[in-house]
Each structure stands twice: as C-alpha cells, then as structure tokens.
C-alpha cells in the first residue's frame, strides 16, 4: 500500500537519510515532510494533466454576479488546482470565454462543465511512476538541509528529471487525445 510517509521515505532514502514512521513523529525528517510535501505535490499535480487526477462536474452558479466584464460566477471544487477546460454543455464541446479569480470562475455562460486537475490525497490513487517523480521532487527539496551537499542536490535534480520524463511518458500512453473539431476549411471540402 502507498502512502504519504512511504513516498516521503522514498525521498530520504535516496538522499541515505533516517526514514520516519509518520509525518507527525516530531523528528528532524519528519517535520522536512510535514512543511513540503503537500506544497509540492499540488504543483507536480498542476504540472501536467495527469489522467489520475482528471476530474469533471457541473458546476453551481453563484448568486452574486460579478461587478462587471462576465454575466455569472461558478464556485470553483474545493479540490480544484489546474482547470483544463471550460464547457457550456456536457457533450465538453464549444469553447467558454472565462477567467478565474480567487476561487471563482467567471463566465457568461448561464452553465459551466467544468474539466480539471484536483488534489489526490491518497497516494493509492497516484500512478506509481508519479509517487517516484513526487519522492525525487521531495529529494531536492531535502537535499541540502538533509546532506549539505550540492551534489546530491544535483543528483536528485537529475533522478527528477528522469523520472518526470517516464511519468508523462507512462501517463501519455494510457491517455485517447480529444478530437478536435473539424475547421471550416475541412468542413468545406466534405
């Protein structure tokens, strides 16, 4: 089973530091694991359109309209970190002019399908080659405070690196890309 310590110990393993038993035990590695973990895996999550953590809703419009520029605001899911892309219907066909603010998304659309990267907490949900880009991304973070040592943060630069390029490489064969729509000029010539 994957886990949150088990990801972080991959990292602390690959510098040869001491791994935990939680993030929680109050030790030097611990608290390095508590501080970064969810900060970095929420932006290797918005790093790419990973298919684990594609979600899709319809979102709720909220009563308050914008003050001016769009007709309508829609709350944002509270898991959202990457919006992929905006829709006025759920067949996910037709472009939406919108802009987020804050937590928000506005729009004039009256209805908003919404396609995005959300939070995975429970590293059973990640794909295996990202929790081994995720611990070499952790590996950076640690490797100077950890080994005082440049060069290991190079070397965990370089494992990174790799492992980024296998993750997005397994990630996108397991991925059908979306047709695009035809242009008027391939219409034309049916």
Known sequence: MASTAGICNSALIKLGATTIMSLTEGSRNANLCLEQYEKLRDDLLRAHVWNFAIRRTKLARLAAAPAYGFAHACQLPSDWLRTIAVHDNDAGTGAVRYRIEGRRILTDAPDIWLKYIGRVDDANEMDAAFREALAWKLAIDFAVP???????????????????????????????ADRMPESDWVALRH
């Open 146 to 176: 950890i080994t005082q040592s440049t060069t290991a943060l190079r070397e965990a630069e370089d494992g990174f690196r790799r492992a980024l390029v296998r993750a997005r490489s397994v990630d996108a064969i397991e991925d059908f």
